[in-house]
């Protein structure tokens, strides 16, 4: 069994920050690429960012510049680092992992922005 859990979700106001976790557990093994895509209500799942087990990074067009993503290979750990947050943002984002050609995703962790 594989775990993905994402974790920092919450509230914040537009131009503000905030950082989501992301862990996998259990039996994984040779974990290629983790990554964020995110929902928003009525629409599709978008990619987020994305970051290959040797650092290289991908990110969705409309949070380049904005958002970071990083990765602890040791721990099967990344983050999400978003800054100059919009109300266009407001998703559930979701993680996920590939490890040896299967796939895994997160529950989701809700994100709004908002005043």
């Known amino acids: 069994q594989v775990q993905v859990v994402e974790s920092g979700g919450g509230l914040v106001q537009p131009g503000g920050s905030r950082r989501l976790s992301c862990v996998a557990s259990g039996s994984v093994s040779s974990v290629n690429v983790m990554g964020w895509y995110r929902e928003a209500p009525g629409k599709q799942r978008d990619l987020v960012a994305t970051?290959?087990?040797?650092?290289?990074?991908n990110y969705g067009d409309s949070v380049k510049g904005r958002f970071t993503i990083s990765r602890d290979n040791a721990k099967n750990l990344i983050y999400l680092q978003m800054n100059s947050l919009k109300p266009e943002d407001t998703a559930v984002y979701y993680c996920y992992i590939l490890s040896s050609s299967f796939t895994y995703w997160g529950q989701g962790t809700q994100v709004t922005v908002s005043s």
């Open positions: 970051i290959t087990n040797y650092g290289g990074t």
